[in-house]
């Protein structure tokens, strides 16, 4: 039976596995085995019944049955072999000493617990201090666990999902390193691999005509099977058949759950309903399940076949190949017969496909890419150091708490409890804390995945999964233990050695050992510097993130408007038809009031890419699939105009540029700077798009990739053709406005109406929105860094006054007699300060050096921001300094309150 | 076979027996069960009150193993009826000796609380 339906099931049963390792390994090899498939089995009943409720209990449960009867086994193994006798052996062996012995045991526990409790009650500040400092950090944990968990734990929603995989171009000669597929060449991929059952889809917008007015929705072309290969079938009706994906038979079109409910109300009788798709008529055979999504963008609206003529480019590179892998074939296997298969393809068409290979990733790699692996991971450290900062906190406070106690700990010491019954005694205590800042941690997680989900985009996969369940509470509660041990232990263990004498001796000075203070002081140059290395890396990130709100593309995104229109093949079906209609819009929208030019482009900068390969007369041509690459735009009249980008050299387009005029482009500097670095390329040649062009004008760069891969590269070659000799379908205009570029929205989408009613305007946006929705990843990281080096701050600022503070109370004597013999207030004063900056300063140290040694793994979310960026150390050291200054200045300031006379009668 | 006398006092150094120990007795005198149909009936016997976890559960069968009350059994059901991998356990006359023992125990003091009037007896006329 299979149960990769139940979600989170073997997730648990690999942490399951984990926790049985609180058990003894002679235990575990009798009974693991059977314990986990209980465990599967209470699962599996637990979630059918009340889902994430029951497995939430469920994994309290088991926490609480592994923790308790793990230990105490680990206890009777110990036991029975301390107790091992030679002699006897009788029937039922040892049966009433255990018992004794147990029971003994957990009334002790509970005793434990009872006398944790009340010196809990005693100082109830301190603990206050500690549990919303652990709360601030395991909430913060659970919370980025949350949205880690789904982005990167969790399968993909499809049955065996671990089979699927993204089969892609690599051609290293080209430097594509995954680049789409071609039509005819997965068609070859599909017909002949034995490993793989290959599917294909590609984007593709339509306006979908309801009653009265058009809408745009988001769709894709697909191969017959992808379905199939997802293992996802219609809710509702049927999916594609081989023959709906030729040309003709085309006209099939599944919808989503969401268009259904928009445009049908959900009605059961839809199947056979005619669709209008770009004008077509397409038959309505499917709908899908609720929650269905396939790729980075969660809301495709309506999928229809390819609809293959037979005419495809096998140079044309823009579908996605998702595949499974048969069942009995290795990864390896299926990389070998895909080698076979492109080399085959090389051979057959060099022209298109020379040196072309093809490379896989999982499903979940294509989907989580780099830039949320690198997010989450990142993310995840980030929030540890909190944790350990807050650790480090709370470890601090309870060694003040437990150095008070000292003579309390002899005493008991003395009266016979050996070191393991008072280390307990303290761990019992330090546990108990933890389960409380676990408790505030889960409001603090509810609040923060709520602030988390809302920095979201809403179009980044399964960010509505998000949310506080059961694998969130599981974390939270192993969290919370885990804490209470890792700040416990150093506690527990120092104080409970202590010298029994000399704190039993009257009038024997209470405090710990000069050990104790190492270790304190260490607590805090730790604390300080993990609280650097986090600030340094979100003001690093934040300064990335500025920069690109800033605006430093090289094109203007001030007052720039843009809008996408598509024009439908049946009202517009030549170049020339296009080429009235575009001039038409440029025209009239121009002539608008509050506009002040307007033009267009076939891509937005930012939005996406076209690498074309070109040639250039008079170099040596390397051979077809070995050509240069570069980005290749179309644009209209008036476009570096209203971008402000500056033409350097030569003429930008203009109205000269007519169908009939000589083919010309204008090139970026870095193309120039390619070819001619030393040498002026107006009036050279480029043969690109099978035409010779004359290169007239050369712009300065923009930069047009803000992707995790492009941003920190230098800005790439490009070129630009005016439409008047390349037309496109697809355009998207680009308007510039006299001051905010939102308030003549309205005007130019009537004017667009008035000139054709039936076009529709869609993705209206700003330039500046354009710019956010591309540069999201490091925006939605910088907010979370910046949320996470100010919870360090403040922890690492608490740590620094609690240690001060202590410090200055254990020293009244000394400075009573310092000020005795005559000492000023300033003087005590400088003493104290010098003492907290000696260990701020050496945390800042320490945190340099660590923060040099990280800060180049955030390089993908930095835009060019330097990771060793000088000003952000420096400023960073120093706020950290002036915030030790001011955690040490209270006690300080204390400390020259100090009555002499007082101070010396304490003794 | 033990020697009487031994057996007895045997029977009653395990006494009493923890409930849950009972519990798995008491359900393993229907027959040979696995730990999850064990689970599961005591849930059931229980009205739900307890609910033993794989730990607890393989814990209690060790030391009911080592005290020989109950034992691994070595048949298996037919393989297409259940899991093959799953362990059955059956209970050993020992064991139901114990049981015996320790419901004979219990019976003693519900005797006890009915005297006092702490419960009505269901045989007693109202």
């Known amino acids: 039976m299979s149960h990769s339906h139940i979600r989170g099931l073997p997730f648990s049963e690999r942490v399951y596995r984990l926790l049985f390792l609180f058990f003894p390994a002679e235990f575990r090899r009798a009974h693991a085995t059977d314990a986990q498939e209980l465990f599967r089995d209470r699962y599996r009943e637990e979630f059918r019944r009340r889902r994430s409720v029951g497995i939430a209990v469920l994994w309290l449960r088991t926490l609480r049955d592994l923790l308790q009867h793990g230990f105490l086994e680990r206890l009777d193994a110990l036991l029975s072999r301390i107790r091992r006798t030679p002699v006897g052996g009788g029937d039922p062996p040892d049966v009433p000493v255990q018992k004794a012995t147990i029971g003994d045991f957990m009334e002790s526990i509970a005793s434990d617990i009872r006398y944790a409790l009340r010196t809990i009650r005693r100082s109830p500040g301190v603990v206050l201090i500690a549990v919303i400092s652990l709360g601030i950090g395991i909430g913060a944990n659970a919370a980025i666990f949350s949205a880690v968990d789904v982005f990167m734990f969790r399968p993909l929603p499809y049955p065996d999902a671990e089979q699927l995989v993204d089969v892609h171009v690599r051609n290293d000669e080209r430097g594509w390193t995954q680049v789409s597929q071609s039509i005819p060449d997965f068609l070859d991929i599909r017909a002949d691999s034995k490993t793989l059952e290959a599917a294909g889809s590609y984007g593709s917008s339509f306006n979908l005509a309801t009653r009265d007015r058009p809408e745009r929705v988001r769709g894709e072309r697909v191969s017959w099977n992808l379905f199939q290969v997802l293992r996802t079938q219609p809710a509702l009706g049927r999916s594609f058949t081989p023959e709906e994906e030729q040309d003709g038979n085309h006209r099939v079109a599944i919808v989503s759950d969401g268009l259904w409910n928009r445009h049908f109300g959900h009605s059961p009788d839809v199947l056979g309903e005619t669709l209008f798709l770009d004008g077509e008529a397409y038959t309505l055979v499917g709908v899908m399940p609720p929650k269905f999504w396939l790729g980075q963008n969660a809301r495709i609206d309506v999928w229809v076949p390819f609809g293959l003529t037979g005419e495809e480019q096998r140079g044309s590179h823009f579908i996605s190949v998702t595949s499974r892998i048969r069942p009995e074939y290795t990864i390896e296997e299926v990389r070998a017969e895909l080698g076979q298969i492109a080399s085959r393809l090389q051979t057959t068409y060099p022209e298109s496909n020379a040196n072309n290979y093809f490379g896989l990733v999982t499903l979940h790699e294509e989907i989580f890419n780099t830039e949320f692996r690198m997010g989450s991971a990142i993310a995840s450290v980030a929030v540890a150091f909190v944790l350990l900062i807050a650790c480090a906190n709370v470890a601090n406070l309870m060694l003040t708490r437990a150095a008070g106690r000292e003579r309390e700990i002899a005493l008991r010491g003395a009266l016979g409890a050996g070191r393991i019954r008072i280390v307990r005694q303290l761990l019992t205590e330090s546990m108990l804390i933890a389960l409380l800042g676990g408790a505030l941690g889960v409001g603090v997680a509810v609040l923060g995945i709520k602030g988390l989900v809302s920095v979201m985009p809403a179009a980044f996969p399964r960010v509505s999964e998000i949310a506080l369940d059961g694998r969130v509470l599981m974390y939270t509660a192993f969290v919370s233990l885990f804490t209470g041990v890792l700040f416990g232990i150093a506690p527990a263990l120092q104080s409970s050695r202590p010298n029994l004498t000399s704190s039993l001796k009257e009038g024997g000075r209470s405090g710990p050992g000069a050990k104790g203070v190492r270790l304190r002081k260490a607590l805090v140059v730790a604390e300080v510097s993990l609280a650097l290395v986090l600030l340094v890396s979100s003001t690093l990130l934040v300064k990335g993130f500025v920069g690109l709100r800033g605006g430093d593309f090289g094109f203007n995104t001030a007052n720039v408007l843009t809008m996408h229109i598509d024009l439908p093949t049946s009202a517009y079906p030549d170049d020339d038809a296009e080429r009235r209609l575009y001039d038409d819009l440029r025209f009239r929208i121009s002539a608008l009031p509050g506009v002040e030019a307007a033009a267009g482009t076939n891509i937005l900068p930012l939005d996406g890419g076209s690498s074309t390969s070109y040639l250039i007369p008079g170099e040596e041509d390397p051979g077809e699939g070995r050509r240069p690459t570069v980005q290749a735009r179309i644009v209209f009249p008036g476009y570096f105009d209203v971008m402000d980008i500056d033409v350097t050299r030569g003429r930008a387009f203009d109205e000269t540029d007519r169908p009939d005029s000589r083919r010309v482009a204008v090139i970026n500097e870095a193309m120039a700077e390619r070819h001619w670095p030393s040498d002026d390329p107006i009036g050279k040649q480029i043969e690109i798009w099978d035409e010779t062009r004359t290169i007239v004008g050369v712009v300065e760069g923009t930069r047009n990739f803000a992707t995790w891969d492009g941003g920190s590269q230098p800005i790439r070659p490009m070129v630009f053709f005016p439409n008047a000799h390349e037309s496109r379908q697809f355009m998207s205009l680009t308007i510039k406005a006299g001051g905010d570029p939102t308030t003549i929205a309205n005007a130019v989408r009537s004017e667009v109406a008035r000139i054709d009613p039936n076009l529709p305007v869609f993705e209206v946006r700003t330039m500046q929105e354009v710019v956010d929705i591309n540069t999201q990843g490091a925006t939605v990281m910088a907010k979370i860094m910046a949320v996470l080096a100010g919870a360090a701050l403040i922890l690492a600022i608490v740590g620094v006054y609690g240690v001060m503070a202590y410090s200055v109370s254990q020293r009244t004597q000394e400075m009573g007699i310092r000020m005795a013999l005559g000492a000023g207030r300033r003087t005590v004063m400088g003493m104290v300060v010098r003492q907290g900056m000696t260990l701020a300063l050496l945390g800042v140290a320490v945190g340099v050096a660590v923060a040099l040694a990280v800060t180049r793994s955030l390089s993908v979310f930095l835009y060019g921001v330097n990771p060793f960026d000088p000003v952000t150390f420096a400023g960073v050291s120093v706020v950290l300094l002036l915030a030790g200054v001011t955690a040490t200045y209270l006690p300080a300031r204390r400390a020259t309150k100090v009555d002499p006379l007082e101070a010396l009668r304490s003794e | ?126």
């Open chain 2, 1 to 126: 076979m033990p020697h009487p006398a031994r057996h007895d006092n045997a029977v009653k150094n395990l006494l009493p027996l923890k409930p849950a120990d009972y519990l798995i007795l008491f359900v393993l005198l229907e027959g040979e069960r696995h730990g999850y149909r064990m689970v599961k009936e005591i849930e059931q016997r229980t009205n739900g009150l307890v609910k033993l976890e794989a730990g607890n559960l393989y814990r209690s069968i060790r030391r009911l193993i080592k005290h020989r009350v109950l034992e691994e059994s070595d048949k298996r059901p037919a393989p297409e009826s259940d899991d093959e991998r799953r362990r059955y356990y059956r209970i050993t006359d020992f064991g139901r000796n114990v049981v015996a023992a320790e419901a004979a125990r219990m019976k003693e003091l519900v005797a006890a609380a009915e005297s006092r009037k702490l419960i009505s007896d269901p045989e007693a006329p109202a």
